[in-house]
């Protein structure tokens, strides 16, 4: 599965923004996809992730919890992360993945399989 992040920006702090993740490739609903950030300076962290199971039932780190959402479209094999009440320490490149089915483990980066290419998003105080 190949996947395409869009979405990123400059926005300023208390503004929204939506990423999506569109995936090519066959059988796009059996994967889970996980959206993660890297900041200038740290490693790269997980912000949410669907299971393969669809819907809006999304699992968060704890300092976007209330703020994120994720959901998927399983027919327009697109997953999205809408971001509101945004804040400075928000700022990073977003990546999101894939990992075949669904696993305990969804928090981690060496669990996917398979990246897109990272969209900046950019909050300014």
């Known amino acids: 599965v190949q996947l395409q992040a869009s979405g990123g920006g400059l926005v300023q702090a208390g503004g929204s923004l939506r990423l999506s993740c569109a995936a090519s490739?066959?059988?796009?609903?059996?994967?889970?996809i996980g959206w993660f950030r890297q900041g200038p300076g740290k490693e790269r962290e997980f912000v949410a992730a669907?299971?393969?199971?669809?819907?809006?039932?999304?699992y968060y780190e704890d300092s976007v919890k209330g703020r994120f959402t994720i959901s998927r479209d399983n027919a327009k094999n697109t997953v999205y992360l809408q971001m509101n009440s945004l804040k400075p320490e928000d700022t990073a490149v977003y990546y999101c993945?894939?990992?075949?089915?669904?696993?305990?483990?969804?928090?981690?980066?060496?669990?996917?399989?398979?990246w897109g290419q990272g969209t900046l998003v950019t909050v300014s105080s």
């Open positions: 490739g066959r059988s796009f609903s059996r994967y889970t």
């Open positions: 669907v299971s393969s199971s669809g819907g809006t039932t999304g």
């Open positions: 993945a894939a990992r075949w089915l669904w696993g305990t483990r969804y928090m981690y980066v060496g669990e996917y399989d398979y």
